[in-house]
């Protein structure tokens, strides 16, 4: 009986996530987003993390 109830629990939450995807696409969690990109330089596709400039003299832009 509990498992029962455990069970139409979770499939209510999916069920929930799955309209609300649907409606509101934009307010997905950014893990799950495709990702623009992280910065990298110009030059030589280093990851930029925290830092704007390269070693080797490229930006981001
Ligand atoms: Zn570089």
């Known amino acids: ?6 069970f139409l629990f979770l499939l ?6 799955l309209i609300g995807r649907a ?3 934009s307010s997905l969690p ?3 987003r495709k990702r623009a990109g992280a910065p990298r330089c110009q030059k030589c596709g280093r990851y ?4 704007k400039t390269c ?3 490229g930006g981001t832009k």
């Not at 009986?1 to 455990?6: A, E, G, P, R, W």
């Open 12 to 17: 209510a939450m999916v069920l929930v996530a």
């Open 1 to 6: 009986m509990l498992v029962k109830i455990i």
């Open 23 to 25: 409606f509101f696409p």
């Open 30 to 32: 950014r893990v799950m």
């Open 48 to 51: 930029l993390i925290g830092t």
């Open 55 to 57: 070693d080797c003299g």
